[in-house]
Structure formats: C-alpha cells, structure tokens
C-alpha cells in the first residue's frame, strides 16, 4: 500500500483538525478523482466539501481524471467567495 496525503487548506482543514490526512491506498487508486473518492470514504465529515474543491500537485492545478502525482501528495483547495 502506498500513502496519499492530502494537504488541507481553509474549511478542510478546519473540518479535519489537521493540516493533512495520511490515506493508505491499494494499487486500484491510480486517478486523482480515485484518491479523492478513497477520502471520502475515510474521512466522511470532508465528503461534501470534495467535490468543489480544487486538487494541486506542488503549483499545479490537476483534473480529476489525471494519474496520482508520482510523491503521492494532493493540496485540496476549497472555493474561495469574495465580496
């Protein structure tokens, strides 16, 4: 098993408690929205906010659809309102 952490930013990681999750995930997560899913179902409080937020590997904005970052880490950025 290989771990993904995500990293947690503004109401997520309010909602956790922490500023990272540590998930340990089989071969049959392979995409970003699979890790995503694997989060989901570990960290349930969290389930609802997933799907608005924005995935990033280091500076860079993935899709759901792309394969897990090689180092297996994933910032997770709620949406922001301004006014």
């Given at each position: 098993m290989k771990p993904i952490v995500f990293?947690?930013?503004?109401?997520?990681?309010?909602?956790?408690?922490a500023k990272?999750?540590?998930v340990d995930a089989g071969d049959d997560v392979a995409t970003v929205g699979d890790a995503l899913a694997l989060?989901?179902?570990?960290r349930p409080e969290l389930a609802?906010?997933?799907?608005?937020?924005?995935?990033v590997s280091g500076?860079?904005?993935?899709r759901r659809a792309d394969?897990?970052?090689?180092?297996?880490r994933l910032g997770l950025?709620?949406?922001?309102?301004g006014g």
């Open positions: 990293e947690l930013f503004a109401n997520l990681e309010r909602l956790a408690g990272e999750c540590r989060l989901a179902r570990h609802s906010s997933l799907e608005r937020c924005a995935c500076d860079t904005i993935v394969s897990l970052p090689p180092d297996g950025l709620p949406p922001v309102a």
